[in-house]
């Protein structure tokens, strides 16, 4: 019989109530489940039974004989959703000639070893917001198949302005044509191009950018760079193709402008302001807000010896000091709000501090996990397969020691993760 024990929660052996063991099935024993953030309700002494990949049950007591999961000393919920992330790569020295020097290969190989990085984290499900195609649909379809331990991928496919966030800078024209994405477009009819392009080459979901961005080494500002013809061309076309869209967005102008257009999610939302809010309540957009990201950025940004060229440099003080405010208008305006780090930017494997952030803006630690479980389902319209543990749901099921509806902090302290039924981290597995 097999016991899968978290290393620091060992305790001596328990009487366990026995059940008929069916073939395939695993029990897990949960001593404190979390299994429906939407309610907050923690129950204890629990027996998860999965099989398939699937939970099939939820049962009182400690049932069931064979493969067993020993969690009754811990506290166990759902596998967390990242809403945005960028899995392929890291931001720091070396950042700007990898892009020219690295091939899909290369960022492929890279991809593998963050992708097993923020599955240990405790994060089952990521939505990667801007990547190289070939790599990161690979990477998407090998963890779909089984092929590869990895987070569930949502794989976005980015549709941008020619010369604005997204597209190469400082650099001759020759080197810019050369490596500029065919996604980029100008005018509402090229957009509408675009975005089909997207699509057809793999994309689950569309990302834009309708202000400026910090990480695009030209001094542009965040203010809006895509038109209103443009962004609603965008929409449109991706809602007509069944794709959402993600707006990378800090400028308030940029930010109703894309909610104007429909966009379902405002990504980082620095400077979003009431009218932000009101637009985004009557649609139902969420804010994604990133404080992990605008919080590297700020500390690198005032690193003496940091490694941002100027430009980016200037617009890292500018945005990371705001963002937790920005956050914050948000939350107590009643928008919806989505978890997502912009990892990549920040190390990954370490998108748990979000949680500490999103305290830091308002939010309660339920309200914090909720972000990034049933909102971030609901967000990403996954709720009947993720966010909660109930019969029929994929078995994505992490734990940890303490309790993190009293120190959201516990949950950057991961132990056990499951995900889709198979063990991928346990401390009786020696990791």
Request: glycine share 12%; net charge neutral; aromatic share 4%.
């Amino acid at each position: 019989m097999m016991r899968l024990r978290l290393a620091a929660l060992l305790l001596a052996f328990a009487p366990i109530a026995a059940a008929q063991a069916q073939p395939g099935e695993t029990y897990i024993h949960a001593g404190r489940l979390l299994a429906d953030p939407a309610s907050g309700r923690v129950d204890k002494e629990k027996t998860i039974v999965v099989s398939g990949g699937r939970i099939v049950a939820i049962r009182d007591g400690y049932q069931g004989t064979g493969d067993v999961v020993d969690l009754r000393d811990a506290f166990v919920l759902p596998g967390l959703i990242d809403s945005h992330v960028h899995i392929l790569g890291e931001s720091g020295v070396g950042q700007e000639l990898d892009s020219f020097k690295k091939t899909s290969a290369d960022l492929l190989v890279d991809g593998l070893i963050f992708a097993r990085r923020t599955l240990e984290a405790g994060f089952t499900t990521v939505v990667d917001l801007g990547a190289d195609p070939d790599a990161i649909f690979a990477l998407r379809d090998g963890v779909a198949a089984g092929k590869i331990d990895g987070p569930r991928i949502i794989a976005g496919g980015f549709v941008g302005a020619h010369g604005g966030h997204g597209d190469v800078h400082g650099y001759r024209a020759d080197i810019l044509k050369l490596f500029q994405s065919p996604y980029l477009c100008s005018g509402a009819d090229d957009c509408v191009r675009a975005v089909r392009q997207a699509v057809q080459r793999g994309a689950d979901v569309i990302k834009t950018a309708s202000t400026g961005g910090v990480m695009s080494n030209t001094a542009a500002g965040l203010s809006q760079q895509m038109t209103d013809a443009e962004l609603s061309a965008i929409v449109t076309t991706a809602h007509g193709l069944g794709r959402q869209v993600a707006s990378h967005a800090h400028a308030a102008d940029g930010i109703n402008a894309a909610l104007r257009a429909g966009v379902d999610s405002i990504e980082h939302g620095t400077y979003l302001d009431a009218t932000s809010v009101r637009l985004a309540k009557a649609s139902g957009a969420y804010l994604v807000p990133t404080l992990l990201a605008g919080d590297t950025v700020m500390h690198d940004a005032q690193d003496p010896n940091s490694w941002m060229p100027p430009a980016v440099r200037a617009k890292a003080l500018q945005v990371g000091p705001n963002m937790i405010a920005g956050t914050r208008r948000a939350h107590e305006g009643g928008m919806k709000i989505a978890f997502g780090t912009d990892s990549g930017v920040s190390k990954h494997g370490i998108n748990a501090r979000e949680f500490g952030l999103l305290i830091k803006a308002g939010l309660t630690p339920i309200e914090a996990i909720r972000s990034a479980t049933v909102w971030g389902a609901a967000h990403n319209k996954m709720s009947d397969q993720i966010g909660s543990l109930e019969a029929g749901k994929a078995a994505d099921i992490i734990a940890v020691r303490g309790d993190p509806l009293t120190d959201v902090t516990e949950l950057e302290r991961v132990g056990f993760v499951m995900k889709g039924g198979k063990v991928v981290k346990s401390a009786a597995a020696g990791q």
